[in-house]
C-alpha cells in the first residue's frame, strides 16, 4: 500500500519539479539578460596600469561593488593607462567635459586649481592614507564646494605620507640633498624641496621610472604603494623616511564624476553611487593604500635597499627649514580672499579628529 502510494505520486512530483526547474532556468535567464544588458554604461578612465595598487585593489573593486549593488544596472568599463587617450593631467577634464564618466586622477597634476585642498600637501602634515582621507573628505565638503562644481565629485584621499627614494646615496640631513634632482609630486613640495637644497623636477609617476633611468632625476619624493608596481625600488639603493607621527609630504587624488552622467541616472540609481562616495568610501581608500604600503615597503626591504629614518633633531630642522612654505600658502590663500589661517587649523583639527578614532 505504501508503495503504491509513493508509485502513483510520481508523478506528480515529477511535474512539480520540472515546473520548479522551468523556473529556476527562466530566472536565471532573465538575471543573465539583465546582467547582459544594463541600463546605463559608465567608463572609467585613469592613468594606472592593470597591475597598480589603484587599479586591482580600489577601482575594480568600486566598480564590482556599484554594479552589483544596482542588481547589474549599472555597468562600469575602466580604461586604465589612459587608454582613453590624453594625458593624466587632462583627466579631470575629461570628467568635466564628459569624454569619461568617471575618473581617477591626482589633483597637484593641475597647478592652482584647488589650492584650498594645498592644506593637507603641506611638509609634515601628511599621516596614515586612512586618517588624511577622511580628514580631506570632510574639509571638501565644508570648503571646497565651489572648487569641485562643476563634477560630481565621488571622493577624495590620499596616499600614506611618502618617503625619498634615492639612487646612489643615503639622505641623513638636508646637507645630503644639495644639488639633488628629485622628482617632486605637486608645487607645495617642489617649493619645500629648494628650502632643503634640492633641484625639484614635476613629473607625474607614470614617467618616473624613465626619468630615473636616463638620469633626469636623482631621486624621488615617493609613497612606497607605487615603488614596486613600478619596480623603482629595482633603481635605486635608499629610502629616508621622516621621524615622529606625521611624515614628510603626501598628495591628494580626485575621485569624480561627469555631472550629466550622475543627473541621468534615477533616484535609486543615484542613491547606489552616493552609498559609494564620501567619507565612508574615503577612508576605505586610504585603507587600500596603506595596506599597500605595508605590503610594498617590506618589499624593498627584502630586495636589500638600505632604510633610514631621519633623527628627531634633523626632523625638526627640515620643519622649521620648510616651514615658510606653510607661511606662503597661508598668505596666499589670504590673498585669494580666504583665511588662510582658519583652513590650516581646520585641516590639522580634522586629522586630529580622525586619529582619535
Known amino acids: 500500500m505504501k508503495i503504491k502510494t509513493l508509485m502513483e505520486s ?3 512530483r515529477a511535474s512539480a519539479l520540472a515546473k520548479a526547474l522551468a523556473m529556476t532556468v527562466s530566472i536565471g535567464a532573465a538575471s543573465a539578460a539583465l546582467a547582459a544588458e544594463p541600463e546605463y554604461t559608465f567608463k572609467l578612465h585613469h592613468m594606472s596600469p592593470l597591475t597598480s595598487n589603484a587599479h586591482m585593489n580600489f577601482l575594480e573593486p568600486w566598480a564590482e561593488k556599484v554594479m552589483k549593488e544596482s542588481n547589474g544596472r549599472i555597468k562600469i568599463d575602466i580604461y586604465p593607462s589612459m587608454q582613453l587617450g590624453g594625458k593624466p593631467p587632462q583627466l579631470y577634464d575629461q570628467a568635466r567635459k564628459g569624454v569619461a564618466d568617471i575618473v581617477w586622477t591626482v589633483g597637484g597634476y593641475t597647478p592652482g586649481r584647488f589650492p584650498k585642498a594645498g592644506a593637507f600637501e603641506l611638509p609634515f602634515m601628511a599621516t596614515s592614507g586612512k586618517v588624511s582621507s577622511q580628514a580631506l573628505q570632510e574639509y571638501a565638503e565644508q570648503e571646497m564646494q565651489q572648487e569641485f562644481s562643476d563634477v560630481h565629485l565621488l571622493a577624495l584621499h590620499t596616499h600614506y605620507a611618502g618617503s625619498i627614494l634615492v639612487r646612489d646615496r643615503a639622505i641623513n640631513s638636508m646637507k645630503d640633498m644639495e644639488g639633488l634632482k628629485v622628482r617632486a609630486p605637486n608645487k607645495l613640495m617642489a617649493e619645500a624641496l629648494v628650502r632643503v637644497g634640492a633641484s625639484p623636477v614635476f613629473l607625474p609617476v607614470p614617467s618616473l621610472p624613465s626619468a630615473i633611468s636616463k638620469g633626469v632625476v636623482d631621486s624621488a619624493l615617493l609613497a612606497y604603494e607605487v615603488v614596486t608596481p613600478l619596480k623603482i625600488h629595482e633603481m635605486v639603493k635608499y629610502a ?3 621621524h615622529g607621527k606625521r611624515g614628510l609630504y603626501t598628495q591628494f587624488f580626485i575621485f ?6 550622475y543627473d541621468k541616472l534615477p533616484a535609486d540609481l543615484q542613491k547606489v553611487i552616493d552609498n559609494n562616495s564620501g567619507i565612508e568610501t574615503a577612508g576605505w581608500i586610504g585603507q587600500v593604500w596603506d595596506t599597500a604600503e605595508v605590503r610594498n ?34 598668505a596666499e590663500m589670504d590673498k585669494e ?10 585641516a590639522n ?6 586619529e582619535a578614532l
Request: glycine share 4%; aromatic share 8%; no cysteine.
Open 256 to 261: 569624480a564624476m561627469n555631472k550629466d552622467s
Open 297 to 330: 615597503r617590506q618589499t624593498v626591504v627584502d630586495n636589500g635597499n638600505k632604510i633610514n629614518v631621519l633623527s628627531p633633531a634633523e626632523t625638526e630642522r627640515w620643519k622649521q627649514a620648510m616651514q615658510p612654505v606653510t607661511d606662503d600658502w597661508i
Open 10 to 12: 510520481l508523478p506528480l
Open 337 to 346: 580672499g580666504y583665511d588662510g589661517k582658519a583652513l590650516y587649523k581646520k
Open 349 to 354: 583639527d580634522l586629522i586630529e579628529k580622525y
Open 240 to 242: 629616508t623616511e621622516i
